[in-house]
């Protein structure tokens, strides 16, 4: 207790001290430099120097302004990118700009058309409210001129403006940002301006858009002042004398901006600035006097008043460590501390807003879960039944019930097929009346659902059967009051048995979870009718052989035997199609990114489910694209463009797949591979080399045919090779394998270096694979991003194996 307590002190004595001591120096330093200025300054040179003095700042204050608009114009124009092409892609580059570039209050995205795609801003978010802007001059104007500044406005006195910025291609939209201006005092603060002086800006019409601390009101009108009304009027020159807002003479002059049409005034009162010099010293020596004593007692108030809004924080951040997410921080001071009060009160909601969505998933993924159990007692409670008796009308029934409860369904029928009529016949049914039951009886098996399911092994899911083909179960169903079908064949590797079809009154597709359920019943419901079909064939040859003698007797004890065998078959097919379904989920996941054989090795082997976790590896990474690509896409139609990267991407994939390497993403006409990861190569750095000079090819046929079509397009590829971290990015709907390090900046800088039909990578690249490769060395290279000049080489042409002498070498 006594150590929180001396450390509380410290910082209280602490803040005490930083306060005062910087109140009282910055009072003494100014009011001194001031006297200091005031005794050796005569009358004329007061006026002259206060003129230049506040001309000078005024131009420089302008340009400041001039640069800082010009930043944002530049820092929006980020956002208009082309190959962000998606709402999604523009929703991420509108929220990281709000983040970084304070400035920008609100952002919209509007179509060719002039219709609101997206407006985001840090409170709230408009996806596709269709709002028509086609009128609005923000548009009209950013359209004709491909950037656009509107005049300034205020809102709740707060003065904002806008800045529009087309994006590149043909009626591909256009970006409005909304600037709050209120970062125009920064350029305007007491440091810039002077202890004496004022400072405004004013648009067009004469309205303050921002102003020091002795300047007017922000908002105020001020072009009826001589001063204002002269500069408007001969485009920025001011006179050097005229009158402030309350009627008092004062010097002033005055700096245009001629992008913005604002104007920067900087003015003092005549009276303060060209008063005698008598009594200077001892004027100078009672302001410093009183000066200390007021900035003393201004920082005695203000470092106590500190402790109060400290202390509120620190109990609330006890609070929120012990778990009170209710808790919220009451701060009203206006600054730094009600902003951070702010923040804790953010992140305390944030808190209590996941602790309730972590409930909810808790919830929803017990629901799942049960649901699965009651799937898995179904399939063992029939299980059983298939083991347990050989008989098929015992075991038929359990199987149609079991159907129905795990499908929710309204009926389902069991069908035999007989191969010599060519036909399926109703064997068992469940939710059905009798007389429906006897038009199901016998079913051509061309033409029918049935037939066709059977014929390709796989089940068929028929959502609105009046929306259907004609077929013979079609008119039977409906009749019934039934909409939706589901047929599952019952095959096997000796022919097919027969099918299960669940029936549906409502209409509406069958979920793929439930008919890959239905597809493993149905595997049970196979195994059912031929156990006892063989049982039958094994107990009709009993009868006829137990009048034999002892030889029949020990083969019928040797068909039991067999008997025995199928049962422990059936329980390893089980154990089989669970391993299958499990490698064929794991290889749908792998060939998103990787080459098919990759994956197939990754899913079949054991060991490998740690492959794609976070890990640090040597891999090479290719960057490649198309030089030209954007020019070309502005001066073409969209059709044709996306033909173009049709035949780019098949091309690029053959050979990515051929190598074995490793896709990591497309991004328009420039694409990234990736060799070693997830699944280590042997001469990785060999593979992408040769790849790429085999792409270079391929690519360069392409564009001899591009050419053919009016195209002139090239292709450049750039190869680095380093560590990166490797492993999953992204959320659980969508994860993507990504490499992240300083070697996929290195190889995209070398293909933003690389030439048309030229293939750039770095020295220690060219070092790996001299033997097999003609080329050459290049110049040092500064790329951006990279603080030294980077060794790199041009891979020329593919030599092949080296000769034994040259490897002896």
């Known amino acids: 207790m006594t150590g929180a307590e001396t450390k509380g002190w410290f910082l209280r004595g602490g803040l005490f001290a930083k306060y005062v001591l910087a109140l009282v120096g910055l009072v003494v330093f100014v009011l001194a430099v001031n006297g200091a200025l005031e005794t050796w300054i005569s009358y004329r040179a007061i006026k002259s120097s206060l003129t230049d003095a506040m001309g000078e700042k005024a131009d420089a204050t302008a340009k400041r302004i001039e640069q800082s608009i010009a930043d944002l114009e530049r820092q929006i124009s980020w956002v208009t990118r082309a190959s962000s092409n998606t709402i999604e892609l523009r929703r991420a580059d509108y929220a990281q700009l709000l983040g970084q570039v304070p400035a920008v209050s609100q952002l919209t995205l509007l179509s060719g058309s002039g219709r609101e795609m997206l407006r985001l801003s840090r409170q709230t978010i408009s996806v596709n409210s269709n709002a028509d802007f086609s009128r609005d001059v923000r548009f009209t104007e950013t359209v004709s001129r491909g950037t656009a500044y509107a005049p300034a406005y205020f809102r709740d006195a707060r003065p904002f403006m806008s800045i529009g910025e087309q994006h590149s291609g043909v009626n591909a939209g256009v970006t409005v940002a909304e600037i709050d201006l209120r970062f125009l005092g920064e350029f305007l603060g007491d440091s810039q301006v002077g202890r004496l002086a004022s400072a405004y800006v004013v648009d067009p019409k004469g309205r303050v858009l921002a102003a020091s601390s002795k300047g007017p009101e922000i908002g105020r009108d001020l072009s009826a002042l001589p001063q204002i009304a002269a500069a408007l009027a001969a485009g920025g020159r001011a006179p050097t004398a005229g009158t402030d807002s309350d009627g008092h003479a004062v010097l002033t002059t005055a700096s245009a901006m001629q992008n913005l049409g604002w104007l920067v005034f900087f003015e003092q009162p005549t009276a303060q600035a060209l008063s005698p010099i008598r009594d200077q010293l001892v004027r100078i020596a009672l302001l410093i006097a009183l000066g200390l004593v007021l900035a003393i007692i201004a920082g005695t108030i203000l470092a106590r008043r500190m402790l109060v809004p400290i202390t509120a924080l620190r109990t609330g951040a006890h609070r929120l460590g012990a778990g009170d997410f ?20 953010s992140m305390a909601s944030q808190l209590a807003e996941t602790y309730s969505g972590l409930e909810a ?10 649901q699965s159990v009651n799937e898995l007692k179904v399939l063992e409670e029939v299980g059983r039944a298939v083991a347990s008796s050989l ?4 075991v ?63 089940p068929l899911a028929i959502p609105d059967l009046e929306a259907s083909a004609d077929h013979p179960l079609r008119e039977i169903v409906v009749g019934a009051g039934f909409h939706s079908v589901l047929v599952v064949p019952l095959v096997d590797q000796q022919g097919v048995l027969g099918a299960l079809v669940v029936l549906r009154k409502a209409a509406g597709d069958f979920p793929a979870s439930l008919i890959g359920l239905m597809k493993t019943f149905a595997h049970q419901a196979v195994l059912a009718m031929r156990n006892a079909r063989l049982f039958t064939e094994v107990d009709q040859k009993s009868h006829a052989l137990e009048e034999a003698n002892t030889t029949v007797r020990e083969q019928a004890d040797k068909l039991r035997e067999q008997t025995e065998q199928l049962k422990d078959w059936n329980k390893s097919l089980e154990a089989r199609v669970e391993t299958q379904l499990g490698e064929i989920e794991r290889i749908r996941k792998l060939e998103r990114f990787l080459a098919p054989q990759v994956a197939q090795l990754i899913a079949s082997s054991d060991g490998h489910e740690g492959l794609l976790d976070s890990h640090r590896r040597e891999v090479t990474v290719v960057f490649c694209d198309l030089r030209g690509f954007t020019a070309f896409t502005e001066a073409t139609e969209p059709e044709e463009a996306m033909n173009v990267l049709r035949e780019y991407h098949a091309a690029l994939g053959k050979l990515i797949f051929k190598y074995e390497g490793t896709l990591d993403r497309y991004a328009g006409d420039g694409v990234m591979i990736l060799f070693n990861a997830p699944i280590q190569l042997e001469g990785h750095t060999l593979r992408a080399v040769k790849m790429a000079v085999e792409m270079r090819d391929v690519v360069g046929a392409l564009t001899e045919k591009w050419r053919n079509r009016g195209h002139s397009l090239g292709f450049g590829i750039g190869i680095a090779l380093g560590y990166a971290t490797l492993g999953q990015v992204g959320f659980e709907q969508r994860l993507e394998y990504a490499a992240i390090g300083s070697v996929t900046n290195l190889a995209s800088r070398l293909c933003g270096e690389a030439k048309a039909g030229q293939i750039v990578v770095s020295r220690r690249v060219y070092g790996m694979v001299e033997p097999y490769v003609e080329g050459r060395a290049l110049d040092d290279l500064v790329l951006k991003g990279f603080n030294h000049p980077i060794l790199a080489a041009e891979i020329l042409r593919w030599k092949g194996e080296p000769s034994a002498e040259a490897a002896a070498e």
């Open 326 to 345: 209710d808790h919220r921080i009451e701060v009203k001071t206006r600054d730094e501390l009600e902003e951070l009060a702010g923040q804790f009160n």
């Open 361 to 370: 998933k808790v919830k929803e993924r017990t629901r799942d879960l049960a």
């Open 391 to 394: 008989d098929l009308n015992a």
């Open 396 to 458: 038929l029934p359990t199987v149609a019930a079991r159907a129905l409860e795990i499908t929710h369904a309204d009926a389902v029928l069991i069908y035999g097929y007989e191969p010599a009529r060519r036909s399926f016949t109703l064997t068992q049914s469940i939710g059905i009346d009798g007389e429906v039951e006897g038009r199901h009886r016998a079913i051509d098996a061309s033409g029918s659902p049935l037939g066709e399911a059977a014929a390709q092994g796989e």
